[in-house]
């Protein structure tokens, strides 16, 4: 039996990450209007928001799906990392380059021992921290990974569970849910610099009142 063609082999991700494409388009259609217009300006307003996606390395079964994801969240408009883009854990490339909100985003996906190491130690880090998301395989909840996780306070509430057998099947439920994660994050920045704009106006009038009158 002949051996599907390199062509072949590339088209094959790309149709997997378009057809999640097109389930989330078909959900978004449920949104309201506003929803879907506020979404669009976002994202127009923040196109250098960055994810930095942990989780199953290039040995992994798995590190194809992670791939499928970091396709999709490029697919609206985020710049995606992986963990193995640096030297991995907390010695990201450099603390310069992506401090203040360069790096807007850490989900993790908690499949293998190694992601759940770097997400407890991402945990301990304050700065990072309030950045971090992780999605835990709904049949490693009992196991070691599980009780890693659940024993780290650190970690609770940032914790969301999926079906690893679904993903297995490059089932849309993780993706999706990762992309709304993301969604949702660029929002929430979005609104916080809204809230800063006002006072850094006011701030720059005092200034030039000040100014005018010396």
Do not use: C
């Amino acid at each position: 039996m002949r051996k599907p063609s390199k062509v072949a082999r590339a088209a094959v991700p790309k149709k997997i990450i378009e057809n999640w494409w097109l389930r989330f388009e078909l959900d978004a259609r449920r949104l309201h209007p506003q929803v879907v217009e506020t979404r669009k300006r976002v994202q127009q307003q923040l196109p250098n928001f960055t994810v930095w996606l942990g989780g199953p390395g290039r040995h992994s079964p798995f590190y194809k799906h992670r791939k499928l994801i970091k396709g999709l969240l490029e697919r609206d408009g985020f710049r995606v990392y992986f963990s193995e883009d640096g030297a991995g854990g907390l010695n990201l490339p450099s603390r310069e380059k992506i401090e203040g909100h360069a790096l807007s985003l850490i989900i993790i996906l908690v499949i293998t021992v190694g992601a759940a190491g770097e997400a407890v130690e991402f945990a301990h880090d304050d700065w990072l921290k309030p950045k971090l998301r992780l999605f835990l395989p709904r049949e490693f909840q009992n196991g070691y990974v599980g009780q890693l996780l659940s024993h780290k306070q650190l970690l609770r509430g940032k914790t969301s569970i999926f079906s690893l057998r679904k993903f297995q099947r490059f089932d849309p439920e993780l993706p999706l849910r990762t992309l709304e994660t993301a969604i949702d994050e660029r929002f929430e920045q979005e609104r916080k610099i809204a809230m800063i704009r006002p006072t850094r106006r006011l701030n720059d009038e005092t200034k030039k009142r000040r100014r005018n009158r010396n």
